[in-house]
């Protein structure tokens, strides 16, 4: 075919112009290589030429197609690979898009469970909404009050503090609102754990950074009922910072009034005041940001008997709480002995020693509107004895 003859006459292959028998050259595709020898004639040997001849044709085409097969193998497991990545990749993203596609629509779902789209428009604080609402029960939350629902909306009738939800996570704060709550636990303490990081909100955590002291970390509030719905805090327990290791517990209420804190802040009537601060080391303050302006009398009231195992000190006036104590002392001779207070102050208590002879009397003297002494009687004459507790008045 093509014109050229086959090494089976003797002529050479495809025009080579060399024999094929005793070339000594390697054959094609093998490792090995036949020893040189002395050039033969292929004409007298024409039909073992041609026998061997088409064993290397053979050959070499197995070794073509043993070639081409391995590249269509790698080829084909490249190509499964790249298609098996690429319609991962594919489904991935067509998931990815097709759930959030999901969560923008009103879902319906089986016991009542709402997801409803949050409604995002908020000039300069697009970041502080989040996606969808999770709604439960809850007949007063309507998908009409929930698309006017918006996180600085001009409508009062789609604020928070008109509706009462059986469940509902806002999206618009990022809240959970509901009835009531009961945790209970098995085998280890039920936890309500409150706790707050610098950063920006809602997603930036800034680990370099610590709360001042002062910073409100958490609180559990109180508001009530009024005619345009539920109000702000009347009153709070709060936990605040001290330090980067502890922190202060504190009871604070709204005053109703505009005013100054002891500490020097401005405050509105329905902003909250920090009255009460309980220590780490276990010290109760009373009336620590109490306005001393207005200060209530008595600050501190209690309501039946009240016991105290250290020192009592009262600095200040002091009203007719007996404080700054001393016990005075002085001796007669006689069967009496007197002992006066110093001025300003009231004896609230006194006694005696008789050297000789029983005591006989102990009295408090009253020289103006309050005691400010006190006076021994012995039974017999001698050196004599008398003291007195007296206090500021």
Known sequence: MGGKPSCGNGSPICGSGRPI????RPIVGFHSSSVERAACDCAPAGPAAAIRTKAVSAMRICLINYSAMSIIRVA????LTLAACTTAAAQSILFETNLGRALRQPVETAGGIRVRPANRRCIG???RPGGVHLIADSPLLTDAWIAGHEYHGTDPAYGDNKVV???WYDAIHRRIYSRSGVFHDVDDPADVRLGRAPGRYPNELDFGMLLGEGATVGQVGFDKWTHDGFSSYFAAMQGTVRDDQTG???LATAMGRAGITRTGSRFDPDDLVRHVRLHPS???EIGFETPTDERPD???LVRGAAATEGALRVEGAGGNVPHACAVRSAVARGRDARVSCAPMEIAISGGGRCERGDLTGSRPLQAGVSPDGWEVSCGRSAQQTAY???CAQ
């Open 21 to 24: 028998c005793g070339s000594g």
């Open 76 to 79: 084909f497991a490249l190509a």
């Open 125 to 127: 604080c697009e970041e």
């Open 165 to 167: 939800a059986d469940f």
């Open 248 to 250: 202060y517990l504190v």
């Open 282 to 284: 276990g010290q109760f």
């Open 298 to 300: 008595p600050l501190l």
């Open 388 to 390: 007195a507790i007296c």
